[in-house]
């Protein structure tokens, strides 16, 4: 008896699981008589925020500290996500542009200097002209982490070699 019970447990168990599968249900964008509105879909309700918005919100608000952790992970997200057409050194001129892409903006140029840092972080995470937007493919941490290593790309242009001794005494 025990050993029948088992046996069917398992035919009992996925019939009810198929029902669940095929379960009456409304689509969101047809029409449906249950509301006044005459709409299957749904307001959000007042106040209702998704979940995991708050915290990216936070984190999307102000540049962290500039530590040499921060600009070694702006370094590895920018050669994994920019670099491709940015190139290496942010001179615009990566392997997909040279492919036949459109060049990007040098980071070096005045007005990229110039530039806030929200503006940047806005243009990564929207995109800009030819580039799309990065805001589902690189948190906001990262995106100020790419900032903060862009901005220390624009600074290594701008520094004379007398401005730093150790590397003016290793030249030959």
Known sequence: MTRAALLLLPLALSACRLEMAQQRKLDTYV????????S????LPVGV???GDLARDAAAAEPPVA???LLARGRERFD???????GPAGDGDGMIPRRGFPHPPSYHTARLRAAPAPYIFDVITKGYGVMYGYAARVDPADRWAIIAYIRALQLSRQVAVAAVPDARERLP
Do not use: K, L
Not at 31 to 38: E, R, T
Not at 40 to 43: E, F, S, T
Not at 80 to 86: E, K, L, R
């Open 49 to 51: 925020v998704a979940r």
């Open 31 to 38: 029409p449906s008589a249950i509301w006044p509105d005459g």
């Open 80 to 86: 994994i996500y920019c670099a491709p057409c940015h």
């Open 67 to 69: 530590t040499p952790a």
């Open 40 to 43: 299957a879909a749904r307001p």
